[in-house]
């Protein structure tokens, strides 16, 4: 395979480490600070966990650590969708094994947790990974969605595991991965399987996120990837003058993509879903809100613009929520009669005449080719695929149709034109940043320090992040102390929560300040493409989101 | 207005010129080369341009250069779409217009050639300039489609030039653009007007391209922006091994950008809308290839890979361009009947009984959300709007359903899951790369140079391109020479030969001797972000296609 300059240049990047794991790996040692508990549903919690509820944190000062040069060999899974930086946790988690002991072993399950239950495994050699560190994407063993949440998964793993004289497993992934991270450790425990699990935080979608994780991996990169095209896009708006961009972005459950991308580009609007939710905007709120701006700008001859649209915009949409609920709830009860319509008018009336009056108005309000997407974009359980209805032209439509009343009524003498963009792979596999790229080799070798600790259930953490790397603080967190109690598939289950952006947070806050402004005047900024060499101040910044997070 | 780090950073770069012009201004000559023509019609063109035609080449040697000091006025137009490096063409021609006399001013025509015409004019000063230089876009005075061609226009340019002491124009655009410079420069020659033209070659889609124009501006950094995304999704599809991504990538007339990203990144199937012309490809042609390709790797266990498709491409097949004619026509010739109907069904029927039976038969097999594009999206003329189909779309729908015939007939085993993008916009106003950035100074610097020499009718032209910026060469060609004779609106015009990808030349050649196993295997390359600052080989280096084209 040819390589480009760029990555042929990356594999010579060492990533940066916190200062104590710049130390010889016998001259570090686990510290035990507090004790921990989960936030709320402390008892339920406890009872779930007996082995790895109320551990201690950990951090690592300098000492004698002789134990550390044990043989041992450990298995990576990456879990779920790409973020930029998993292969550097691997290169980090290989690093400091091979320090420790040249000996010990890494493999990878590949494919994801299904690599594990069905032994799907690789060593990863020194060799193998050269031509991976620094890079995007998970191709070096491949991932998966498979979910590890079953006695009989559990089993399964635990004797891959044994064949591989594998005794301890880092599990690479999101929210849901790390959960059933904490409750593989628990059961592994409770066994005396003597097989220690070790979660590391990944999702470009920011959501995970609590007092323990100050940043997911992945987000950095990603965030910085769609910033670049979206300033683009600006450039060219404001160059042409004649376009109204309408830009969405992946973040299905929370919008910090859209508000990130907001604070380092500055458009013209930037829907943030729990704002809408907590004010139970309409949809037809959403487009008086956008045509509004639209019109203001249009009226001082300002015909062009940038719009930010997170993915999952249209769930926050409480009578959208309710039309596609309704919708799932119908198309399973009465499959087989509207199985029977193979005209679309026929279809889209059997709909109208079986839902709510509310889903009913809705529904009538939403453009042919949204209703069409509704009806014919269906999962194998017959669920609407929110992920395909296409919001940005949805809104697009509707705005066009309010901006065209507007102009009747007088209220908007501009003229509107419309391009639609939706970026989400586009950043998932992106080089990491330097921001990543040293994050996620932290999280790898850190991860490593936790199982030389012997340690279990916990989650490597990388903490004081927005100060240079070697002032980062290394450690750990037993996973358990970041679950609370939620309904998953009609039963309380132990979760991670999921980090949602707060209202009442500094990101937020700081965007709410300056939006007026955005939105009528022109403020656009251009970040541009990652750098990875040059001036710190353009290289390693990591995100305005926790810039503002960490203000003093 | 807030800056990004990289603005700030970019703001410092000073752009490399060919060693001649680093000279002391005064002390470089020109030096008249060989008399020119065009290549064909040189009768006809003669005679339309008596003034400006068989003028010499022009290059620069060292020499003493008194009346460069010459006090002077010169104006500047960004005409057509934005291309990266505009604004370091003003930069440069500022730079050499002060650098010979202090007093001397440039003022910008905003909003396009209407800016000319309409005496929207600006001084463009050292502040002003100061937070434009090595930025993307055309926002520093605008950019416009508006056409000068007439002799009223011509006039009011006249005017215009004449009121703000004005005696040199550079426009900066693309074929049609640089071909009305010459025929604009032509003009006050004959009118003995004392206003010089000067063109300096821009477009992204790299089709203004000859002996004398070794590459456009603009194309070398929007295809590095676009094959940036296109490796970032390569990565992603072998990361989850899942998706078929289908992008589509701007170009209407010529597919150099989509050459130049396939060979950048190494795809499955990258499509050449000039190799489907000359091979009369049908439609189910491109999906029947394509189909195999993705069969091929499906039935080796490789659901996943990456399309390229140009975005002219419909416009390439034979009875598709038919079909779009007729279309056209029909709806022109019977716009009132057609618009009684106003059910989508009995506007398809319509279409059906009034076109010939081949586009019937096109028309029949098309998806109907492309069926209905072609019906609804139509400009003021009632023209479909080529631009606006979603040929991504179409072929994956195409695509999809042969895939379920091959699957009943046994020959294909694979799941096929797709994604569509379009990457446009996104590109046209990154940060130019260091190439551009260079290039594009250059050429502003050296269009000083021309109009000092007393030029009219030429092409600023900097070439040996593919070497280090100091062994650049600098100098004049007669837009005269890139003419030939074309059929436009119905009669014989005198323009600049738009350059289609060769099918004999070595880029194409290169991509198509490598094609069959890109499409097969895995052979993804992953350029990554463009980079600015580090390694000259990450950095400064141009296309793939010029390095092709130049290669010894």
């Given amino acids: 395979m040819d390589l480009s300059p760029l990555q042929r240049a990356r594999y010579e990047y060492q990533p940066k480490l916190p200062a104590i794991l710049r130390e010889a790996i016998d001259q570090v040692v686990p510290v035990k600070g507090e004790v921990t508990q989960s936030s709320t549903h402390q008892e339920q919690?406890?009872?779930?966990?007996?082995?790895?509820?109320g551990l201690n944190k950990i951090s690592f000062e300098k000492g004698n650590n002789e134990d550390i040069k044990k043989k041992i060999n450990v298995g990576v899974i990456l879990s779920g969708g790409q973020a930029p930086g998993g292969h550097n946790v691997i290169s980090g988690l290989f690093d400091a094994l091979k320090k420790a002991n040249p000996e010990s072993k890494l493999y990878g399950f590949k494919g994801g947790p299904s690599g594990i239950i069905e032994d799907n495994t690789m060593e990863i050699t020194a060799d193998y990974?050269?031509?991976?560190?620094?890079?995007?994407?998970?191709?070096?063993?491949?991932s998966g969605r498979t979910k590890l949440e079953t006695i009989e998964q559990f089993e399964l793993a635990k004797n891959t595991c044994q064949k591989h004289d594998i005794s301890a497993v880092v599990i690479i992934g999101g929210d849901d991965s790390n959960t059933n991270a904490a409750v593989l450790a628990e059961y592994f425990l409770q066994q005396k399987a003597n097989i220690q699990v070790i979660g590391c935080p990944k999702t470009i979608d920011g959501d995970l996120k609590n007092d323990a994780i100050e940043i997911s991996f992945g987000f950095d990169t990603a965030t910085k990837t769609y910033s670049e095209l979206i300033g683009n896009i600006e450039r060219d708006a404001n160059s042409a003058k004649k376009y109204w961009h309408f830009i969405k972005v992946m973040g299905r459950s929370a919008s910090h993509i859209a508000l990130?991308?907001?604070?380092?580009?500055?458009?013209?609007?930037?829907?943030?879903s729990e704002e809408i939710e907590e004010n139970k905007t309409s949809l037809s709120g959403v487009v008086d809100y956008i045509s509004t701006i639209i019109a203001n700008r249009g009226n001082k001859g300002l015909n062009f613009g940038v719009i930010i649209i997170p993915e999952g915009l249209v769930e926050f949409i409480p009578e959208v929520k309710a039309l596609i609920d309704e919708l799932n709830d119908l198309l399973a009860k009465k499959a087989e009669d509207y199985s029977k319509f193979t005209k679309t008018e026929d279809q889209i009336n059997f709909i109208l005449n079986n839902v709510s009056l509310e889903s009913k108005e809705v529904f009538s309000i939403l453009p042919s080719s949204i209703q069409m997407q509704l009806l014919m974009d269906r999962d194998p359980h017959g669920n609407v695929q929110v992920s395909r209805i296409e919001t940005d032209k949805l809104l697009i439509e509707m705005v066009s149709k309010k901006l065209e009343v507007m102009k009747k009524e007088g209220s908007y003498t501009g003229k509107f034109s419309a391009q639609n963009h939706f970026f989400g792979y586009e950043g998932r596999c992106a080089f990491p940043s330097n921001f990543d790229a040293d994050y996620c080799y932290s999280l790898g070798f850190n991860a490593f320090m936790l199982i030389a600790s012997g340690l279990s259930g916990y989650l490597s953490s990388v903490k004081n992040l927005s100060a240079p790397a070697s002032q980062w603080v290394a450690g750990g967190i037993p996973i358990t102390m970041m679950m609370n109690m939620e309904q998953r598939h009609g039963e309380q289950k132990p979760v991670i929560k999921k980090a949602l952006v707060e209202l009442d947070?500094?990101?937020?806050?700081?965007?709410?300040?300056?939006?007026?402004?955005?939105?009528?005047?022109?403020?656009?900024t251009f970040p541009g493409a990652i750098q990875y060499y040059g001036p710190e101040s353009v290289c390693d910044l990591t995100t305005r989101t926790l810039a503002l997070e960490q203000e003093k």
């Fill in 260 to 272: 990130e991308c907001a604070l380092e580009t500055q458009p013209n609007v930037c829907l943030i």
């Fill in 129 to 142: 990974l050269a031509s991976f560190r620094n890079t995007g994407g998970f191709d070096i063993i491949g």
């Fill in 45 to 53: 919690i406890k009872a779930l966990f007996p082995n790895t509820y």
């Fill in 505 to 524: 947070g500094k990101p937020f806050n700081y965007f709410k300040a300056h939006r007026d402004q955005w939105a009528i005047d022109t403020c656009f």
